[in-house]
Each structure stands twice: as C-alpha cells, then as structure tokens.
C-alpha cells in the first residue's frame, strides 16, 4: 500500500442512494483475484449498453468524471453482500474516497482496507455538496486524513471520523499484515 496522502479533487456526483456491490462490480466479474482491469468493471451494468458500449450520459464515462479522485454517492452506499472487489474496482476507476451519509460497515472495512477513503458527512452537508456540483461541476473538495477533513471550495472545514487504527495504517501505507511485521 502507498501512504495515503492529502489531495484536493473534482468530484462525481452519483446521487443514487443504496447502491449495492453487485451495482458496484457485477458477479460475473469476481472470478479474479487481481485488481487489474476492475476499473473497466465498475458500475459496468450501468455504464455500457449491451453491446458493450459506454452509455455516453453516464457520470463516469464522461471526461470530466476521470479526473475525479472522489465519487459523492447517495445514502447507504456498498450495501449488499460483502466483496472486496468493490474497492478494488472504484480504486482501479481512480477514486481514493468516497462520500455518503453512510457506508455499509463490511464495505466501509473493506475499503479501509485497500486504500479507499469512505467519508461520512451529516445529511445537511451531504446534500450542500451535492448542489455545489450540481451549480459547479469543477468544483474541487480537498481530503485530508490526517485532520479528518474535507476543504470546501469557501474555505470551510467539514470534520468526518474514520477508525483510528484505519487511519494510522492508511497515513503509514500499510496493511494490517504490515503492521503486525
């Protein structure tokens, strides 16, 4: 694992509340256990037609959404049943956080994990986000891990909590195995 470091980023919007992991990285794809090609995977029922095909309406398959380093996500995201390819993919597709109201806790751990920040920020906030986006789609939030914060455009702070051994293995660029060495 690298160290995860503070970045600032655009962001994209996904504002589709209880997205499960089969929506995330479909069945069909966990027959590897590489992380090699998974961002090509992600949200693939939803981002190409059945010929294959990028839908071109789709938040992700659009230029501006593959400079984005943070996916704004409805309420409840990762919910389902647990895999571990769903961070693999949404970090292969390039995002190093992800922010909701909530996370399921075996997606949250999962992401945790493999170097995908899930940030959890109150409703209200939330939903300010998303109108920030919807009124500046380049609009760039700063993540910041070690203060446990998001950088607003205005210069606002917004703390989110993350587990303390988490965030030390994800400041330090290890795993639990690394930790234990």
């Not at 989110?160 to 290890?174: Q, T, Y």
Request: hydrophobic residues 45%; aromatic residues 10%; proline residues 7%.
């Amino acid at each position: 694992m690298t160290k995860f470091t503070t970045f600032t980023s655009p962001v994209a919007p996904l504002p589709v509340d209880n997205i499960d992991t089969d929506q995330i990285i479909p069945a069909r794809f966990l027959k590897t256990i590489s992380k090699d090609g998974l961002g090509d995977q992600l949200f693939y029922d939803w981002r190409y037609d059945a010929a294959g095909n990028p839908k071109p309406d789709f938040i992700l398959n659009t230029a501006e959404a593959r400079k984005c380093q943070i996916l704004l996500a409805g309420d409840n995201f990762g919910c389902g049943s647990s895999r571990e390819h769903a961070p693999w993919a949404l970090t292969q597709y390039g995002f190093r956080a992800v922010i909701s109201t909530s996370f399921a806790d075996i997606f949250r751990q999962n992401a945790l994990k493999n170097s995908l920040l899930p940030v959890v920020v109150p409703p209200e906030v939330h939903a300010g986000l998303f109108a920030l986006v919807a009124k500046d789609p380049t609009a760039q939030l700063t993540v910041d891990l070690a203060a446990q914060q998001l950088g607003l455009p205005d210069g606002r702070k917004v703390w989110f909590p993350v587990d303390a051994f988490a965030k030390h293995c994800l400041l330090e660029g290890v795993d639990e195995l690394g930790y234990i060495l």
